[in-house]
C-alpha cells in the first residue's frame, strides 16, 4: 500500500467510525499494513476519547500469587513451569500465601491474581479450601486462575465445567482472568501449546463464565508464530463473544516473550508493532470499553506512549510476575512510578477495582515527586555531596 492508498484508508475508517459503523475484518487487516503509525494512532485515540471521555488513566494496586510452578503441559512460549517431579517445582503453603496477601493488604491493594500451572497434586477440594480461607481472612478481590486452570481442575475432578466454575465461584473465585487467550486460531495453539484448549473450547469457557455471571478480561498474546490474518481473526472472535455475552471487562495484549522459551529464535515484537497492533484492536473491538497497557512486557515508556494508542488502564502494580520474568523481560515500577509516567502523558491517574470501578484519585504527588524520580535523585545527591556534575542514575 502506497502513502496515498495509507491517507485514503485511514481516511475512509475515520468517516465510517465516526458514522458509528464498525470496522470489518478486512479493513483492520489493511490497517496492519499502514505505517502511519501516528495516524493509526489518532484513531484509536479518538476510539478512547468516546469511552473515556475524562482525561483519567486508571490503575489497579494487585499482586500476582504464582501459587505454583508444576505444570505438564509444557507450552513451548512458557519458561515459568517446572514438570510434575522437577526439583524446582514449588506449591505455595498456607504461611506464604498469607505473607503475601499481608503484604497486599498493607499497600491498600486488594486484587489477588491467584495463578500457576496445571498442577496434578492439586484437586478441585484445594482450590474450595484455599479459596474459602483467603475470602474469610481478608477483604481481596479473587481474579483467579485460567481457563487452562480451571478446564483441567474439571477434568481430575469428573465433574462439567459449568459445576466446577459453581463451586469455585461460591467459594469465592470473583473474575477469572483472560490468560491463554494467546491467538484464538487452533493452527496457532497447535504449534505453541498443544495439550491446553483450543480456541473453540477458550471461547466456550468464557461463554459459561459469563452465562454464571463470573466477568473475564480478554488478551492476545501476539508476535509468536500467527499471521496478521490470523490477529485479526482473534480480534474478531473476542468482539463476537462480547456482543452474544458482554462479559469480558476488558483485553489485554502483549507481545510474545522468546528469551528462556523454546522458541528463542523468533525476534522480540516491535514497539512499533505493539503500538499499531494496539491501536487497530483500539478501533476494532468497539464493545470492549477497557485496554489495558502490558508495561510488563513492553516496559514502561512503551506503556507511557501506548496511552494515546487507545490504552485508558495501567494494569496492576504487579508485586510479583513469574510468568513473563521467567522468560527473561524484567521490567518492574513502584507506584509513585506509575502515577508519575501517567501525569506526565497529561492524564490523572485513578484508582480503581478489578471491574474497573473508579475508587478514588491518586493523591497529589509532593513536592519532591513531582519533579522526575531522575532529577530528585540527581537534587538528591548533590545535596548529600556527590561529586558535581556526575550524571544522576536512571529510576526505575
Ligand atoms: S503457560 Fe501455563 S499451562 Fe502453559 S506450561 Fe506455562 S504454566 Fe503450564
New binding site residues.
Partial sequence: MNAGEQAALIDRVREQRARGERLAPADARALFDCHDLPALGALADAERWRLWPDAEVTYVIGRNLSYT?V?????R??A??RPPGSSEGYTYDRDLIAAKIDELVEMGGREVLFQ???NPALKLDWYLDTFRWIKSTWDVHLHAL?P??ILYIAHISSLPLDRTLGQLRDAGLDTVPG??GEILVDRVRKIL?P??DMADEWIDFMRTCHRLGIRTSSTMMYGSVETLDERVEHLDRLRGLQDETGGFNSFIPWSFQPELTEMPEIPKASAFDYLRTLAIARIYLDNIRSIQASWVTQGPKVAQVSLRFGVNDFGSTVIEEN?VSAAGTTYTMDLPEMERLIRDAGFMPVRRDTHYNRLARAPEPSPDQAISATGAAYLNSAATGAPAGMPPRPSR
Fill in positions: 510452578n505444570c505438564w503441559v509444557r507450552c512460549f512458557c515459568f513451569y500457576g500451572g496445571l485460567s487452562a486452570e490468560a491463554g501449546a495439550g491446553k510468568v
